[in-house]
């Protein structure tokens, strides 16, 4: 064991203040990336879990929200469906609106024209499943009871973190866009962040006289024999359609959808903001924490030195426990960013962590640490083996 790193063990308490600083630091910044990328998995999550293994989108499109058109004409889903590997295509439907709960009176039946203090006015977004098990805009994770639920005429389902905001619970009646639909499931793992959302069956839609029968439509869900061949087949669709369209493999554009998060600009803004805080707290506080700690055992480096250790080593000693704190400041990082990951899920909030963040954030806090660590080495001009005869 080098010296420094039994230096850290043995006398931690000098060096909690440097690791806590970088824990904190990073949980910051990782706090940030999470909460940003738990959002936008909110918004795709009933894409990202459906059947598709390709979604067809708009040739302009970058992303599958806030990247330019993604529509089609209809007239392309025959030229994806012709594909010989291509067994269900589907668009992606959905509508909006006003949502209303009907509140039972205890003095007779429900009078939606009467307004108590818990009726309860929403503006809603609605997204559609063909109800039938196995289709291809059907969630992975729904079951059939939930499927042959949504068959049902004017049957919705809401998200429960949604209950509460809508007022509503299972089997209450309520309206949308002025007609009557029931509540007739609850799902878990689709939190709804910023609106409230319905799911709802296609023929519902229908019904409610919202459904796309225009010249256009949505993005088309795509499911082929062999979703290993995804990335061959979308490559083939695009040669196909000579420019019409483009067809991305699911992965693709999570993390196409991932990359637009980052080019928001208020999210940018945010995001760097973060980084610059938590460097300055990161690097000032470990920087004093470590030089305090070298003042504090100045006289076992001026030992050293009488020893014939050289002022080149003892800088090295004083990097490495920079090192080694810096590592440790990582570690302490990941467990307070999984305990704020763990009480957000507990409160409906998801959280995501792209990969590449989370090694930039560690080598961050590394570059912090090793930072302070030069910033301290000054200290040890203090190191003079002559003060030892004091």
Not at 115 to 129: L, S
Not at 272 to 298: D, P
Request: hydrophobic share 50%; charged share 15%.
């Amino acid at each position: 064991m080098s010296l420094a790193l039994a230096t850290l063990i043995y006398e931690w308490r000098r060096y909690m203040a440097a690791v806590v600083a970088l824990a904190f630091s990073g949980l910051l910044v990782l706090a940030f990336v999470g909460m940003f990328m738990g959002i936008g998995k909110a918004f795709t999550a009933q894409i990202d879990r459906a059947r598709a293994d390709i979604m067809v989108l708009g040739p302009g499109a970058t992303a599958l929200f806030n990247g330019g058109p993604s529509g089609l004409p209809r007239r392309l889903m025959g030229t994806v469906y012709r594909h010989p590997e291509v067994v269900q295509v589907a668009p992606l439907d959905g509508s909006g609106g006003r949502f209303q709960n009907i509140v039972q009176s205890d003095k007779g039946p429900a009078d939606p024209s009467r307004p108590p203090a818990d009726r309860k006015m929403e503006f809603v977004n609605v997204t559609v499943i063909d109800a039938i098990p196995g289709y291809v805009t059907v969630p992975t994770d729904y079951s059939d009871v939930l499927i042959e639920t949504l068959r049902q005429p004017y049957a919705v389902a809401v998200d429960e973190t949604a209950l509460g905001r809508l007022g509503v619970k299972v089997g209450d009646k309520a309206i949308y866009n002025g007609k009557t639909i029931t509540v007739a499931a609850v799902t878990t793992g689709y939190p709804n962040m910023m609106q409230a959302t319905l799911v709802m069956s296609r023929d519902t839609l229908r019904m409610l006289g919202e459904a796309d029968t225009g010249q256009r439509v949505g993005p088309l869900m795509v499911k082929i024999a062999d979703p290993s061949r995804a990335a061959i087949v979308a490559a083939q669709l695009n040669k196909a359609g000579g420019g019409a369209f483009k067809a991305w493999t699911r992965q693709e554009l999570a993390d196409a959808n991932q990359s637009a998060m980052f080019k928001e600009q208020f999210i940018s803004v945010i995001l760097i903001f973060a980084l610059i805080i938590g460097a300055i707290i990161g690097v000032v506080i470990t920087w004093q924490t470590l030089r305090g700690a070298i003042m504090s055992s100045i006289k076992e480096f001026a030992s050293l030195r009488a020893l014939g250790v050289s002022m080149g080593s003892l800088r090295g000693i004083v990097l490495e426990l920079s090192f080694w704190i810096g590592v440790t400041g990582i570690i302490a990082s990941g467990f307070l960013t999984w305990f704020v990951k763990w009480l957000a899920g507990m409160g409906g909030l998801p959280m995501a962590f792209p990969l590449p963040v989370v090694i930039f954030i560690a080598f961050f806090l590394l570059g912090c640490a090793m930072l302070s660590g030069f910033l301290s080495l000054g200290v040890l001009k203090n190191s003079q083996p002559a003060d030892l005869l004091r």
